[in-house]
Antibody, heavy 116, light 108 residues
Framework: QVQLVESGGGLVKPGGSLRLSCAAS????????MSWIRQAPGKGLEWVSY????????YYADSVKGRFTISRDNAKNSLYLQMNSLRAEDTAVYYC?????????WGQGTLVTVSS | EIVLTQSPGTLSLSPGERATLSCRAS???????LAWYQQKPGQAPRLLIY???SRATGIPDRFSGSGSGTDFTLTISRLEPEDFAVYYC?????????FGQGTKLEIK
């Protein structure tokens, strides 16, 4: 069965960095676009970034452009999100997501807290 | 960017009743690339509907989606206790993909 397992979240100070990872299994990872989607505490969903199946096409939300970098390693069935210059407003649960018709599979999420 | 506005913000109904949730887009959604998700507290969202009207795998037939262009609807024909949750619409036809702010379906 399809599984997406995020890791790498935690507490970081404003201006700091974190790298999130997502381990995918149960499907041919290299066939799918993948996304990161976040949800601030008590708030709605916000799409953050996507990457095409080959990695050649990447898109970012304006709120993270220039600070976050998405990447993937198809040989390792893994998706990454490098987050730099973190701000308090980046505090959220970050979900790894498979893009099919809509987002058809979600990870369980990893919490990122940006606070001094 | 396409802005999605969901209404109502909160819907209070009883089990067995019919629920109608609305999602309106600021501009036409390409090829009906509109999805609906259900989210329960402490859980990741779950895909219910894609392509505006196609049910995702394993979704009961009491859930149905309709609409095109800028106006979309999610209907739950007869509410079960497990249906009380927050529902989000999403358009994925134009970048950036965007979500509505959500409708909370609560027990009356």
């Amino acid at each position: 069965q399809v599984q997406l397992v995020e890791s790498g979240g935690g507490l970081v100070k404003p201006g700091g960095s974190l790298r999130l990872s997502c381990a995918a299994s149960g499907f041919t990872f290299s066939d799918y676009y993948m996304s990161w989607i976040r949800q601030a505490p008590g708030k709605g969903l916000e799409w953050v970034s996507y990457i095409s199946s080959s990695g050649s096409t990447i898109y970012y939300a304006d709120s993270v452009k220039g600070r976050f970098t998405i990447s993937r390693d198809n040989a390792k069935n893994s998706l990454y999100l490098q987050m730099n210059s973190l701000r308090a407003e980046d505090t959220a649960v970050y979900y790894c997501a498979r893009d099919g018709y809509g987002v058809d599979y979600w990870g369980q999420g990893t919490l990122v807290t940006v606070s001094s | 960017e396409i802005v999605l506005t969901q209404s109502p913000g909160t819907l209070s109904l009883s089990p067995g009743e019919r629920a109608t949730l609305s999602c309106r887009a600021s501009q036409s959604v390409s090829s009906s690339y509109l999805a609906w998700y259900q989210q329960k507290p402490g859980q990741a969202p779950r895909l219910l509907i894609y392509g505006a009207s196609s049910r995702a795998t394993g979704i009961p037939d009491r859930f149905s989606g309709s609409g095109s262009g800028t106006d979309f609807t999610l209907t739950i024909s007869r509410l079960e206790p497990e249906d009380f949750a927050v529902y989000y619409c999403q358009q994925y036809g134009s970048s950036p993909a965007t979500f509505g702010q959500g409708t909370k379906l609560e027990i009356k």
